[in-house]
């Protein structure tokens, strides 16, 4: 019963999210809104033969990182303007293990993308993509929009309360093995060829056409890194959840590589500005770093960011914005 209520909410939610905007997904077969592409060059992206492509290089730049369930996509492109008109689609392949880039998505106005008309984007991408993963990506889109409600002070309902409960425990039970498995790669599309710019995730199985130009392919978060060691590695953590009161927060981080970092200490830092300096000690337990701030203001939009120490060096997150309850 209670898994028919959930449900029920999740088509709401989604109904909503709908109305206003599109998640357009494309499969291995182009569609009506889908331009079609040379599939004699298998990703369009072959730098030898096209000369295009050394255009696309320098005039496109994508950073990634990973948190909360989620590929943060930062894109900077200079295209409309080097290739005046011409129709660009931006997306990515997608894939996991032995399927790789098997699936794709176009970026296209829905409503985890911020566009500022001048081709630079940022995308929140779900870690759950295709039919792999089909349960997930509901209940990843549910959890995105219940995320802002909580995000903009609102106080959940009993079953959304519930709901958000239960699909945080489903999707952690099966983060880690799409996050260990998963590949994608960046692509801008015009007169029906795709130019590959950007991978991340997991490296693809040799033999695999994975195209050039820039690359990220350990599936990391962003933030700067020191010290290092043959032994160990630096910390993989992202930003996994908060909770919000009126003048205190609770913040949790996640470990990706607990058993190879082996960290031993970790800091949230915070404060009203987009590089907080104040400072709290957090608590190292399994793979989740915790940290508790209080003496805030309520109503009050924070920075977070989360430096953790291991025997393979100090990873520094990027910045996260939570605010306190009215």
């Known amino acids: 019963m209670k898994n028919v209520r959930n449900l029920k909410l999740i088509a709401m939610i989604l109904t909503t999210i709908m109305a206003s905007s599109t998640f357009v997904a494309c499969g291995g077969s182009d569609d009506d809104e889908q331009d079609e592409w040379n599939s004699s060059n298998d990703n369009g992206d072959d730098s030898s ?46 894939g996991y293990g032995d399927y790789q880039y098997y699936e794709h998505f176009k970026f296209n106005n829905y409503y985890i993308q911020k566009k500022d008309g001048n081709g630079n984007m940022t995308i929140s991408y779900p870690i759950f993509v295709g039919n792999e993963y089909a349960s997930e990506g509901l209940y990843w889109s549910s959890y995105k929009a219940l995320k802002v409600k909580k995000a903009n002070g609102e106080k959940l309902s009993s079953s959304e309360q519930d709901l958000w409960n239960d699909i945080v425990k489903y999707m952690n039970a099966k983060e880690s093995k799409a996050k260990s498995t998963y590949c994608g790669r960046l692509y801008a599309q015009f007169d029906n060829k795709r130019y590959v710019y950007y991978t991340f995730g997991q490296k693809p199985s040799p033999g695999t056409n994975n195209g050039s130009g820039s690359s990220n392919t350990d599936g990391g978060t962003s933030g700067d890194s020191t010290g290092g060691s043959t032994s160990y590695e630096k910390p993989d953590i992202a930003f996994n959840d908060f909770t919000a009161y009126q003048t205190r927060l609770k913040v949790v981080y996640k470990i990706y590589n607990k ?61 996260t914005k939570v605010i306190t309850n009215y």
């Open 259 to 319: 058993d190879k970092a082996k960290v031993t200490s970790a800091k949230v830092y915070y404060g009203t500005s987009s590089n907080p300096t104040k400072s709290v000690s957090a608590t190292v337990s399994g793979v989740l770093i915790t940290a508790n701030i209080s003496g805030l203001k309520k109503g009050t939009t924070y920075y977070i960011k989360c430096v953790a120490t291991g025997k393979g060096g100090t990873t520094t997150t990027g910045t």
């Open 49 to 94: 033969s096209d000369p295009t492509y050394e255009l696309v290089k320098k005039n496109i730049s994508a950073n990634v990182s990973y948190g909360d369930y989620s590929w943060n996509i930062s894109i900077k492109s200079k295209l409309a303007s080097v290739f005046p008109g011409k129709s660009i689609t931006y997306g990515v392949e997608s």
